[in-house]
């Protein structure tokens, strides 16, 4: 990723550009990315919001204005404009994704476990939509549910080392440590230096002695 520096230089020359050419809408989505890299998300709203008034159907416009509004804590517009991007793509999966992530923020749990069980099925040989549904069930302490889902993220990707974690946290939880340790070893033979897993690890350990 660029730093801060560069990102700001981008800015500057994308700023000249505009100058000359303020109705394109392309720059103003860059330039909005450019904010957005920053941190700054009220001016990233601005110039994005420009480029989606330009360039109403254009998904990656709406689905980056909406990242802006909803890193901006103002899920209500994120959630407006992810439905106004899936109504141009209806399984643009980026934007599936993040809309169940803001129903579960507002409170809609029964939406964003729709969503979530919905990417499974559009997206079901992707290991990352396993493990996102299972995240949310670990939300709403459904363990066993999340359990299964994080064993099809590792059906999927033997080497995903953070559904191996999140299984083993489980059987931590559920006092289940030998086989905790299986999973954890299993994580470890993948990544040895996994910060989560070595923690866990060490957990157990400390809770035996």
């Known amino acids: 990723m660029k730093n801060e520096a560069e990102i700001r230089n981008q800015i500057s020359i994308i700023q000249q550009e505009l100058d000359n050419k303020p109705d394109r809408p392309d720059l103003l989505h860059d330039l909005g990315i450019g904010y957005y890299l920053l941190g700054e998300f009220p001016e ?15 998904v990656a416009f709406l689905f980056n ?24 793509n209806p399984n643009h999966i980026p934007s599936l994704n993040n809309l169940a992530d803001c129903y579960e923020a507002v409170g809609q749990f029964d939406k964003a476990h729709e969503l979530f069980h919905y990417l499974t099925r559009i997206n079901g040989e992707n290991a990352l939509s396993h493990f996102n549904l299972g995240n949310f069930f670990i939300r709403q302490n459904q363990h066993i549910e999340a ?22 946290w489980i059987l ?28 866990l690890k060490a957990e157990i350990e400390d809770r035996k002695s």
Not at 44 to 58: F, G, N, R, T, W
Not at 76 to 88: N, V
Not at 172 to 199: F, P, R, T
Request: aromatic share 8%; proline share 2%; charged share 35%.
């Open 65 to 88: 204005l909406a990242n802006s509004y909803n890193e901006n804590d103002e899920p209500g517009m994120a959630i407006d404009l992810y439905l106004r991007a899936l109504d141009q």
């Open 147 to 168: 359990a299964r889902c994080y064993e099809e993220s590792i059906k999927r990707d033997e080497n995903f080392v953070d559904a191996y974690h999140n299984i083993a």
């Open 172 to 199: 931590k939880q559920a006092k289940a440590d030998v086989e905790a340790m299986e999973y954890i070893q299993k994580g470890l033979n993948i990544d040895s230096g996994h910060d989560e897993l070595l923690k």
């Open 44 to 58: 990233s709203i601005k110039y994005l919001k420009k480029a989606v008034d330009l360039a109403p159907k254009k």
